[in-house]
């Protein structure tokens, strides 16, 4: 399937690529043969951009989680606006798509420990790493908490844990279970996110039950 579309750049069409055969091939059995061809330039081409398979790797998980990254930097701020449930309603939602998609490829590190290394290298030179998406949470209800919006008894460490780790067990299930997942869990998303915002002790509006 050709990745092409009007407007989109040489790098562009080659992240595209990238990002679809990794999705479907997996990083291990990745060349850049098949990314060019799906993204109908020559290797040579490729290689002006891009170093390898491994930088296009990474290039591709940035991108990935670049729009997630701004919501939960801005999440924070938002503390006060609009109602507690449905501020975490939506971002549960935004959890499991951003754990489904980008979440599978992150694990792909694993089976590349070079890659793994190269990637957590990063995180310490730069001080980012996934561990901020719990801080920035934690500081949402925190903020939440000192408005009297949740509970003055909620712990928002532990509530952004238990939030965002049950996010990201859902998907790997989903996951890991395949096209079969979803149907083979107890509920659908709807009603996993909307059982853990209650579970985390939110009402309608936005002061947690006591």
């Given amino acids: 399937m050709s990745t092409t579309s009007r407007g989109e750049t040489t790098r562009e069409r080659i992240l595209a690529a990238a990002s679809t055969v990794i999705r479907e091939q997996g990083l291990a059995h990745t060349t850049t043969k098949e990314i060019a061809r799906l993204a109908e330039c020559s290797e040579a081409t490729l290689y002006k951009y891009f170093t390898g398979k491994e930088e296009l790797f990474l290039a591709v998980l940035r991108i990935r989680l670049a729009p997630f990254i701004g919501l939960m930097i801005r999440l924070p701020d938002q503390a006060g606006t609009g109602s507690v449930p449905d501020r975490l309603t939506g971002l549960g939602h935004e959890m499991l798509r951003?754990?489904?998609?980008?979440?599978?490829?992150?694990?792909?590190?694993?089976?590349?420990?070079?890659?793994?290394?190269?990637?957590?290298?990063?995180?310490?030179?730069?001080?980012?790493?996934?561990?901020?998406?719990?801080?920035?949470?934690?500081e949402y209800l925190r903020r939440e908490r000192e408005l009297g919006r949740i509970a003055a008894t909620a712990d928002p460490v532990a509530l952004a844990n238990l939030f965002l780790g049950a996010c990201f067990q859902r998907a790997f299930l989903v996951a890991f279970l395949g096209p079969a997942g979803e149907r083979l869990l107890d509920h659908d998303a709807d009603r996993f996110v909307a059982e853990l915002v209650?579970?985390?002790?939110?009402?309608?509006?936005?002061?947690?039950?006591?």
């Fill in 98 to 138: 951003v754990y489904g998609d980008s979440g599978q490829l992150a694990m792909a590190l694993f089976a590349e420990p070079v890659l793994l290394d190269r990637q957590r290298d990063l995180f310490l030179r730069t001080g980012a790493g996934p561990q901020h998406a719990n801080d920035q949470l934690a």
């Fill in 198 to 210: 209650s579970a985390i002790g939110v009402r309608n509006g936005g002061a947690a039950a006591h």
